[in-house]
Nanobody, 121 residues
């Protein structure tokens, strides 16, 4: 069993900053790509940013230049630093990770429970 637990969401004023964290725990042999996605009510979940185990990053155009994804492999934790936040960044943010529980296990994909980010004055 592998758990992904997010933290760091909340209410912030436009132009403000937040840092989201997601820690993976449980029966983990190795974690590969980790990422953040967001979803508004009634809409599809969309990519925010991803980072590979080697540190290569990918960002949605909507957050590029305002957000930084990074990870601490020793802690199995991924972070999303979001700056210059806009009301349209308001969403539930979900952590995602690809992992194996043993060297020979199939690659699996897991999601966190989500954390609410609200940008409003």
């Amino acid at each position: 069993q592998v758990q992904l637990v997010e933290s760091g969401g909340g209410l912030v004023q436009p132009g403000g900053s937040l840092r989201l964290s997601c820690a993976a725990s449980g029966s983990i042999f190795s974690i590969y790509t980790m990422g953040w996605y967001r979803q508004a009510p009634g809409k599809q979940r969309e990519l925010v940013a991803t980072i590979t185990s080697g540190g290569s990053t990918n960002y949605a155009d909507s957050v590029k230049g305002r957000s930084t994804i990074y990870r601490d492999n020793a802690k199995n934790t991924v972070y999303l630093q979001m700056n210059s936040l806009k009301p349209e960044d308001t969403d539930v943010y979900y952590c995602n990770a690809e992992f194996r529980t043993t060297r020979w296990a199939d690659l699996r994909n897991g999601w966190g429970q989500g954390t609410q980010v609200t940008v409003s004055s």
